[in-house]
């Protein structure tokens, strides 16, 4: 097998740090199996000295069958992830079991319990539990002290409350999780030098892949583990350093020289996968970050078709004209898994796998997809439409009376079907409820006869739906835009039926739609179907075509990145979406969204720009 000069320069390094630059498409993957040979096969390197660390399991496991396809033996080569690696530490020292390790749904459990404690006003629960437990796994992982933590979710001592008691309560049931594992191992390492030592013998030679998306801890670690030798050999890519929300920091890579003076740095600077037409504007857009090592990348020579950048006028004809293209590229002889669409959040798809459906063109998403009308906004305005049609069960009208406030109580809604005379003969003495009664018996009327898109947008303006939001959103420091945008989404979708019957029927079959993607996940891997991916779970993956959806200001970049590290990660992630392409790449924005006026994004600008 033929290696680059840099690809032949990295295998073959011999001993002390070393930090190796892996653009898009450079075949570390290659240089890493191919290196821990050279360790083994030419300088003769005990296999059970040499640890491989990489972030998932399906990486490990797909790095070790390289390497035993590579070496034809299943060898004492220890491939892992860091929490994989961290707990054989913990066993042996403690010994835990998996029995030990904490279940997702006992963690939910447990924030469900202690939240319910704070009587806290939640309308997504599930959302907000995710919500806590991330932001318990960023204290622990950054080690920030808890008391100086500001909670994004819910009142600080609100939160200090729930992060003490789940600790308490995971001690009290000997359980631990991924972020104690790291935990528990420095401490451990710290307290016992002689314990320490011995993984330090154990593994002489470290390789990690991924390297822009460690931790603070887990680097804190494996410094520990490799000296006194510092045989580190750090594989990554700052430029695709796109997890900060789960708390990597590509700035430790920006400082390993700094950490190990005289360390060695190679770029792998062949691109292999991609053509010119798309790596030279890709790298044009990269090239606008600051906090980066600069770098030449160059491809193997391949010459292909310019990125196709439009702009359409909205979000129907955008997706309209992706599903036409599908279809076409298709029957030009392309697998419909020759093709992918990116988008920024999971909730961007939706537009578009229902125009896929329309098309009865096959489709997997990667990442799980919201149901938007399951979303408590949307089953908010969808209850006052039930009401409107006639439902007078009393879940709906405790769903959405006092929204807005109407100082309706519980108590006068006593019975399973809500009558409106009843209402007003319980408010007989408060004329100022009764005209409220009386406005919405008004409201629901008029909603009836409309079209779904006037009636959305009469229970926003006319009924007031919107002013609640603008509450809610007050009462919890959040912009009312966030909430604005899913109930832009179902005006959207209500804009393309003409009645109620239609509509609901349309958002039954969506919603069975995502259950079936949802039960076959991706072992329908055989299947010939176009990939739908948020951009994030895009990462390593390569399509002969790619659809970059919504290159707007807003979208992507995201509307809450607001500091410069923010956009330089929204821009690496755009760059990491523009570089899963090795022959078409389509960039699309619109005009305009939600009947808004829309930017285009900046990156767009940005990689045209040929100066």
Not at 512 to 521: I, Y
Not at 551 to 567: S, Y
Not at 569 to 578: P, Q, S
């Amino acid at each position: 097998m033929e290696f680059g000069r840099t690809q032949e320069q990295a295998i073959r390094h011999n001993e002390g740090p070393m930090m190796i630059l892996a653009g898009p498409g450079s075949g570390k993957t290659t240089v890493i199996t191919q290196r821990i040979k050279y360790l083994t096969e030419s300088l003769n390197i005990n296999p059970a000295d040499i640890l491989v660390i990489t972030f998932t399991r399906a990486a490990a496991e797909e790095m070790k069958e390289r390497y035993i396809r590579l070496t034809g033996n299943a060898s004492r080569v220890t491939f892992g992830t860091f929490h994989s690696i961290f707990f054989r530490i913990l066993k042996l020292a403690y010994r835990y079991t998996a029995q030990n390790i904490v279940r997702p749904e006992q963690q939910m459990q447990f924030i469900r319990e202690l939240a319910g404690k704070e009587e806290l006003e939640l309308e997504d629960e599930n959302e907000f539990i995710s919500s806590i437990l991330s932001e318990i796994s960023s204290v622990k992982g950054e080690m920030i002290d808890l008391r100086h933590y500001y909670s994004r979710n819910c009142p600080d001592e609100t939160f200090r409350r729930i992060c003490s008691g789940y600790e308490e309560q995971m001690r009290r049931l000997g359980l631990i999780d991924f972020d104690d594992m790291m935990v528990m191992c420095r401490q451990l390492f710290l307290e016992r030098q002689d314990i320490l030592a011995a993984w330090q013998r154990r593994y002489r030679y470290i390789l990690i892949d991924e390297f822009q998306d460690i931790n603070r801890l887990q680097y804190e670690i494996i410094r520990m583990i490799a000296e006194p030798e510092n045989n580190l050999f750090i594989v990554g890519d700052d430029d695709q350093s796109i997890y900060r929300f789960r708390g990597a920091k590509p700035e430790i890579m920006l400082g390993f020289e700094r950490d190990y003076p005289g360390a060695g740095r190679i770029l792998l600077d062949v691109n292999y996968r991609c053509t010119e037409e798309i790596a030279g504007p890709a790298m044009r857009l990269i090239e606008n970050n600051e906090k980066r090592f600069s770098k030449k990348i160059r491809t193997n020579g391949a010459r292909g078709k310019q990125i196709i950048t439009r702009i359409w006028q909205d979000s129907f004809e955008e997706n309209n004209r992706i599903a036409e293209e599908i279809k076409a590229y298709q029957a030009a002889g392309y697998r419909y898994g020759d093709i992918a669409v990116l988008y920024r959040t999971n909730s961007g798809p939706r537009l578009l796998m229902e125009k896929l459906m329309e098309y009865n063109l096959p489709f997997k998403a990667r990442d799980s997809v919201p149901n938007l009308y399951e979303h408590w906004i949307s089953r908010n305005i969808l209850t006052y439409i039930r009401i409107a049609l006639g439902s007078r069960e009393r879940a709906d009208f405790l769903q959405i009376i006092n929204r807005p406030k109407r100082y309706i109580s519980r108590d006068s809604l006593r019975n399973p079907q809500v009558s409106f005379n009843e209402l007003r003969e319980w408010y007989h003495d408060k004329d100022w409820v009764a005209d409220r009664i009386e406005n919405l018996e008004y409201d629901l009327k008029a909603v009836s006869r409309m079209s779904p898109l006037a009636a959305v947008n009469y229970i926003r303006q006319g009924v007031g739906y919107d002013g609640f939001l603008e509450e809610f959103a007050a009462g919890r420091r959040m912009k009312p835009e966030e909430l604005f945008e899913t109930a832009d989404q179902l005006k959207e979708s209500a804009a393309g039926f003409k009645t109620f019957e239609e509509w609901f029927r349309h958002i039954e079959d969506y919603g069975e739609e995502l259950k079936r993607q949802a039960q076959a996940g991706l072992k329908e891997k055989s299947q010939d179907a176009v990939t739908l991916a948020t951009m994030h779970g895009s990462k390593g993956l390569e399509f002969k075509i790619v659809y970059i959806l919504d290159a707007n200001e807003g979208v992507t970049p995201h509307g809450k990145a607001a500091l410069d590290e923010d956009m330089e990660e929204e821009r690496r992630l755009f760059y990491v979406a523009m570089t899963r392409a090795r022959e078409r790449l389509h960039v699309y924005a619109v005009k305009e969204r939600y009947h808004k006026k829309a930017e285009l994004s900046r990156f767009v600008e940005e990689y045209l720009c040929k100066e």
